[in-house]
């Protein structure tokens, strides 16, 4: 009785111990949404012509860096030279092995509210003070990304 308690408890540990685990990487790239097969813009010219773009579907290519994940969302920097935008994933889990790969992303610009608190994590700023008096809030661009296509390397 007491050897298939513990059979049981291990069996439980290594199932529930698998579905945190590291995503594995899509052999094909694509992760969410097939990303349509247009001219991508630029994240300077995305920054440079925010109002354009706002609350419209963009495609914009990068590298991707600095992935996290927060209760369902994925976040990453999509960066270009010295120009970066943050994209936030809802409901796709993706690799940390990703950072450093060169991919196009489709989704919609946004708007959202950043505390400015000190010693808010990254991530935490859909979160508000108990003393909104002692935070302030700025805006911040993002895409609220539907699909993301890793670039093959050409050979």
């Known amino acids: ?17 698998s579905c945190v685990s590291e995503p594995k990487e899509n052999p094909q790239g694509k992760y969410g949404i097939e990303v349509p097969k247009q001219t991508s813009i630029t994240i300077s010219d995305l920054l440079k012509n925010q109002g ?21 969302i994925t976040t990453f ?6 120009d970066e935008i943050k994209c936030s994933f809802e409901d796709v889990k993706l690799p940390k092995s990703l950072e450093g790969k060169n991919a196009t992303v489709v989704g919609m610009l946004v708007t959202v509210q ?19 008096g002692s935070t302030s809030y700025k805006e911040e661009f993002r895409i609220d990304v539907k699909g993301l296509q890793i670039m093959q390397n050409a050979k």
């Open 1 to 17: 009785m007491l050897r298939a308690f513990h059979i049981i408890i291990a069996f439980c540990i290594l199932t529930s111990a």
């Open 52 to 72: 354009q773009y706002i609350n419209n579907q963009v495609i914009v290519s990068g590298s991707i860096k600095s992935i996290s994940e927060q209760v369902g």
């Open 77 to 82: 920097l999509l960066t270009s030279g010295t």
């Open 114 to 132: 950043v505390s400015s608190e000190k010693g808010r994590q990254p991530g935490g700023e859909y979160t508000f003070s108990a003393d909104p």
